[in-house]
């Protein structure tokens, strides 16, 4: 245990990639291969369900420092964040030097003989237990513990990150490394060995446990600047970026997975789709996004919300809440794999295997013929017109990469809706964060009175959170628990990516993805949006919103793949 308390502290304390990578690769050499399987769990995200919860757990700790409520909430109040509150008064409440022999357990005997078991086991027992490894265990031993109870354990590093560290541990490429990690898997000393295996001994898109996995996706990187800098247009097949769910669909045999970006299998919410996909012939893996309603003409992302985490969804729902996929690229097929052929020949080869079975719930991305880089400006802004988020710009003599690589896809968003609200309330972030006011509440006017609109926490440079946080609690007028409410004197920008009708808040609104753009210190309190102006963008881009003017599309054959050409008709935008 101490030994990833160790490692987690260093790499929390430092942003340096390269240092973090460095840090990684000498703690898995140094470590016995089960330890490194637990670590390395932790480290590309995945963690058990939750033990005990964050109330509880805070409450027996409570209980065993005697600490009144108030001091207790002033602390939490102070530091944000349940398991460093628990270590941090457990050490202030303890003068005796700990001898730890607990803490010489392993990070894999803590999991496997000790944490693990407490989900059969009663409270009492479990309190009994964990209040004991308090004593033997150091302050950020403590923390730690604390984090893998709750289920809230989280590392400051990429997956990317992860990978290269392992890689450099096994002489082998970060992709290969990449591949072996995806979907699902249980950490053991013998896991971990076998990542070590060399490169064509791994059989893409399948592990030796039989389970159909997916592939590492291929990420693309945000569009900085003008698209003129990618040079001729010709070079690069241009998509809409669909506002839907990424996915890979993995078939063998009559076997099918559906498998988010997130490496979460879904295939049991959305059983419409495997029913749907499951006659295409052949063994394949194929990269897309699941979309809400007909493909031709997807509804908002708002309308995927309720199929969303239902493992086993009722017909009723399923009627009322179709959904499409909408292929755009294939990863393999038939024992091969296509990720290293250029993007043209990938396009061809999933149109010859999707083609027979096209129709209203399965499509293919359709390709935008587009001839200069002002004419895609144009189709652009359309974007959200055709249920878009903007456009995709890939190279056409890309490979599929794993990860984020700049140069082979982009990502061309449009600008977020935006409204002018009120900063009205903050509270403590977590970790870093813990002790500045980075959770902020922001507010419109309903007739007189200023309503919540939005929560929001990104957005704002380190500079300007110290500025805010010390404004903050110098024009506090209320505090409720960790919250402090503030005098209204503070207009923002919000940004936000769609808007719906939500009777869970107290505006009416649910704004999806708020973040703030800007201050506005050109605007009075009494400048900000009203009520209507949500209701005015619900009527233009919300998920209820009708979409006139939509670009038809006529199907052109070019060689090799069919494209797009579009036709700009009355209340289109176009050249």
């Known amino acids: 245990m101490q030994a990833f308390a160790t490692l987690f502290e260093q790499l929390d304390q430092t942003t340096a990639t390269n240092e973090k990578v460095r840090i990684m690769t000498e703690f898995f050499r140094q470590q016995d291969p089960d330890t490194s399987a637990w670590v390395l769990f932790f480290l590309s995200g995945q963690r058990p369900k939750q033990i005990v919860g964050s109330t509880k757990l805070r409450r027996w700790a409570q209980e065993k420092v005697g600490y009144p409520d108030w001091l207790m909430e002033e602390s939490y109040a102070a530091v944000g964040d349940t398991a460093e509150l628990i270590a941090l008064v457990l050490a202030a409440g303890e003068g005796a030097v700990k001898h730890a022999p607990l803490s010489r357990l392993s990070l894999g005997e803590w999991m496997v003989q000790r944490i693990l078991p407490l989900a059969g086991m009663d409270d009492q027992v479990r309190r009994s237990n964990i209040l004991a490894w308090w004593e033997e265990l150091e302050i950020n031993e403590t923390f730690i513990l604390n984090k893998l109870l709750t289920g809230s354990l ?22 290969v490394i990449a591949s072996r990690l995806v979907g699902t898997w249980q950490p053991s000393a013998e896991f971990f060995l076998r990542l070590s295996a060399p490169a064509e001994e791994t059989q893409t898109g399948q592990r030796s446990d039989e389970t159909l996995l997916p592939l590492p996706f291929c990420l693309a990187a945000p569009m900085e600047g003008d698209p003129e800098e990618l040079g001729d247009i010709s070079n690069w097949q241009c998509e809409w970026k669909w506002d839907g769910i990424r996915c890979q669909v993995v078939k063998s045999g009559s076997r099918l997975e559906i498998w988010s970006r997130g490496e979460e299998r879904i295939t049991g ?23 809400a309603g007909d493909w031709h003409r997807p509804d908002a992302f708002q309308s995927l919300q309720r199929r969303l985490n239902r493992k086993n969804p009722s017909l009723a729902l399923i009627a009322s809440s179709p959904v499409s996929f909408l292929a755009y690229d294939l990863l393999q097929a038939d024992g091969r794999s296509w990720r290293h052929h250029p993007l043209a020949e990938r396009r061809a080869m999933l149109e010859r295997t999707l083609h027979p079975y096209i129709g209203e719930r399965l499509g293919i991305s359709p390709l935008l013929a587009l001839s200069s880089w002002e004419q895609a400006r144009l189709l652009r802004e359309t974007s959200r017109v055709e249920g878009a988020e903007g456009l995709m710009l890939k190279a056409k003599d890309s490979e599929y990469v794993t990860g984020r690589k700049r140069g082979v896809w982009f990502k061309w968003k449009i600008d977020p809706l935006a409204i002018d609200a009120v900063l009205t309330a903050a509270q403590p972030g977590t970790g870093r964060r813990a002790s500045l006011y980075t959770d902020y509440t922001f507010a419109v006017w309903a007739g007189e009175s200023l309503i919540t609109v939005a929560k929001a926490y990104s957005g704002l440079t380190d500079e300007e959170i110290r500025e805010l946080d010390g404004w903050i609690r110098k024009h506090t007028r209320e505090r409720f628990g960790p919250v402090r409410m503030v005098e209204a004197r503070r207009v923002f920008e919000i940004g936000f990516e769609g808007i719906s009708r939500s009777d869970r808040h107290k505006s009416g609104f649910a704004l999806r993805f708020p973040r703030i753009l800007r201050e506005r210190t050109d605007k009075r309190v009494e400048d900000a949006d009203h009520v209507a102006t949500l209701e005015t963008l619900l009527a233009s881009f919300g998920s209820s919103a009708g979409r006139p003017g939509r670009a038809r599309a006529r199907a052109e054959s070019l060689p090799g793949q069919e494209q797009l050409q579009f036709e700009l008709g009355a209340g289109d935008v176009g050249s």
């Open 154 to 175: 989280r590392v400051g590093v990429s997956e990317t990150l992860v990978y290269r560290a392992v890689a450099a541990v096994f002489s082998l490429s970060p992709a």
């Open 269 to 291: 919410s959305f059983p419409d789709l495997s029913r749907l996909l499951s006659p295409v012939s052949g063994d394949w893996v194929i990269d897309g996004e699941i979309v």
